[in-house]
């Protein structure tokens, strides 16, 4: 299947495709062999500018005045062409990203419904009256769109996080300005391709590509810009929460993480190791909830531990093209780089470096950045290996005595977004959900996101949450209007 252009991919500015006013382009490449995959039009400041007026203008000319039915209408096309052209929008992922096809398959499968889901809530943004103290005045709310939103997405799940983010954003009423990752920026090609064939209005819906110091910056200080909806690292969020400070700007941030997997002797075992490799499997490990730190108690550690080496010797590490492969590399040079550099720390630190998994890598992705998934065996938390987020198909293995020894050592994090435990003892199981600092907690199962359940992380995994209920409300503001009937 031919899903890659030849020609530069242009960005989306109210009704135009465009090659952008200064015409340049940067390179976008296939990980898995490091060759030039595509190329981009970059984006000038004038070119963020004219986006974020045409998505202001679209915003005050019609997209606030449609009614939920229309909007829910919009969506639902959108679902249905999603769904035709979900298996080409996948092997874009798999040529840009790395994701074996398989994976990238099965993580667009929920797309289309979530949409659809999205479609379905318009109807809860709306306001209630409310009994004030005098009768004679009427109190009610009114749930409005904030305006122009701007979306701004990482490398790891490219499509996944760009629809979860549209579809609350226009729901509500607002209009969107789209920053891909410069690093792949395709399948958000694609995608923003189906807008006009669903039928929505020029300008809802726009798409910039670039760098995010240059473009995303532009972006998000951008006067007209109402909310920004960042995913991304901790250090980028942060960044975005000052520079748009100056205009209290409503900002929801999802970031980096460094989860625990939590063992206790009485664990299943078996699902405790099926969650713990496929969390070091999948997405080459860049996947934000990821458990990368395995806390396991002292009493199981050499039989979990025995049971997991097993299954990563397994692991067939290769194309993603590869309907066979379980792990592909990682999205480029600069990240394979970055992990590595971690597994010399931990060594140096007095970690146990194992690397397991077979490399099988044929002449065309001989050059690609692959790494082979790797437990640091004997660390403990305090080691910088053990507490910075790597990003790659790496585990640091950590034992602990009891109950309390588990959750101090899970919450000591500057990290929060996710957390899974094992053990049969639901009392336990209950007492940990509740101490441990963590956006979401998944008990004798993966924590596996879904749209229709909010999603967000604590300390400086990130600010407010999105997906579920909760998107609706991230993308409204709240009126009180109050009305005297005596006058
Ligand atoms: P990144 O922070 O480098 O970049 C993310 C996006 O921000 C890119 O589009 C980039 O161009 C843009 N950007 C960079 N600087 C900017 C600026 N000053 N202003 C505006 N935009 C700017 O992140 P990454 O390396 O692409 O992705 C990996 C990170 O994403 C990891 O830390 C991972 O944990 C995190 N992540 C979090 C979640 C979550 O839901 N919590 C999900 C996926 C990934």
Redesign the pocket.
Known sequence: MNVIDSQPYELLIGQRWTAGSQGHTFDTLNPATGQVLAQVHEASEADVDAAVRAAHEAYEKYWRKTTPAERGRLLRRLAALFERDREKIAWIETLNVGKPITHSLDSLKAMPSSLEYFAGIIPAVRGETIPVGDNDVLNFTLREPLGVCAL??????PMT?TVNKLGPALAAGNTVIL?????TPLSAMALARLFEEAGFPPGVVNVVNG???TV??R??THSLVSRVS?????V?GA??QA?TASDVKRVTL????KSPLIVFADAPLDKAVAVAAGDIIKNSGQV?IACTRLLVQESVRDEFLGQLQQRLDTVRVGSPSDAATEMGPLVSAAQKKRVEKYIQLAGDEGATPAVHGNLLLDNATQPGFFVRPTLLLNSHNRMQSAQD?I?GPVQSVIGFRDEADALRIANDSRYG?AAVLFTHDGGRALRMARGLQSGSVAINTGVRTSFDAP?G?YKQ??IGKERGLEAIYENTQLKNVKYDMGV
């Open positions: 701004i997405t990482p490398w790891n799940y996080l920053k891909p990752s410069e690093v760098q995010g110091a995303g910056e972006l998000v960042f995913t991304g690292g901790t980028t960044r975005i520079s999802e970031l980096g993480g934000c987020e990003f977004l999603f992380g995994s990130g």
